[in-house]
């Protein structure tokens, strides 16, 4: 028989409002997002682990608020005036943890954006208190902050993350794949990361498509433990 050819379809991540899917994990999350023309001190960080869905609320955020996205890591490059003149979103903040320049930079923005009366949404993997800043002033303004963290995810939005991740890379999984998944794989975002981007290297030009079986296949090549619900 021949081979099936394989084709790469390229994923377009869904980023819009309705496509962001609440739970207990992160409705706390969302509502203090919501509230942006109103946050204390005209401030707030979103803190959550790799792919916990912080970027999708940044974009939520930012079709709501008009405001712009800036990575830390470019601040010391940036016009902060011309920054500093909208509402702001700094991502990543604790990669310039160190960086004289980098967290000046941070601190120079944070105090145009609020002179302004616009508002300021940084996110990290983690609250400013263990961001390790070495600019006594940078830390203590952002040890201010209100603190909007998304929680690990529960068995609803692991199966809505599973289920998002499949869609931007227009794959239809077989419908015993995804609650399969979610009994056996770590309670993390970034392990559904990387179950979907194996299954879609893998299914590939199969007939079959995204199955079990393949599930099965995946958990073992990338030695996620498994749990003790049947096959």
Not at 49 to 65: D, I, M, N, Y
Not at 66 to 93: F, M, N
Not at 185 to 194: T, W
């Amino acid at each position: 028989m021949p081979e099936q050819m394989k084709f790469e379809i390229p994923s377009r991540p869904a980023l819009g409002r309705g496509d962001f899917y609440v739970t207990q994990s992160n409705a706390v999350a969302l509502a203090l997002i919501d509230t942006w023309p109103n946050w204390p001190g005209g401030k707030l960080v979103l803190t959550g682990p790799p792919r916990s869905g912080k970027t999708h609320l940044v974009h939520v955020w930012s079709a709501e608020s008009g405001g712009r996205k800036i990575a830390a890591t470019d601040l010391e490059e940036a016009g902060i005036p011309d920054l500093a003149a909208s509402d702001i979103c700094v991502e990543d903040v604790e990669r310039i943890a160190g960086n004289a320049e980098g967290e000046a930079a941070l601190f120079h923005l944070h105090n145009l954006v609020l002179a302004n009366g616009r508002t300021l949404l940084l996110t990290a993997s983690a609250p400013p208190s263990r961001w390790g800043l070495a600019l006594p002033d940078l830390a203590s303004r952002m040890a201010g902050s209100t603190v909007a963290r998304m929680a690990p995810p529960d068995d609803l939005l692991l199966s809505a993350v599973l289920a998002k991740l499949f869609a931007d890379r227009q794959i239809v999984p077989m419908a015993d794949v995804i609650p399969y998944l979610v009994r056996r794989m770590p309670r993390s975002f970034d392990a559904a990361g990387r179950i979907v981007e194996h299954l879609d290297r893998e299914a590939l030009g199969t007939p079959k498509g995204v199955t079990r079986a393949l599930a099965r296949k995946a958990m073992d090549a990338l030695e996620f433990p498994e749990q003790s619900a049947p096959d």
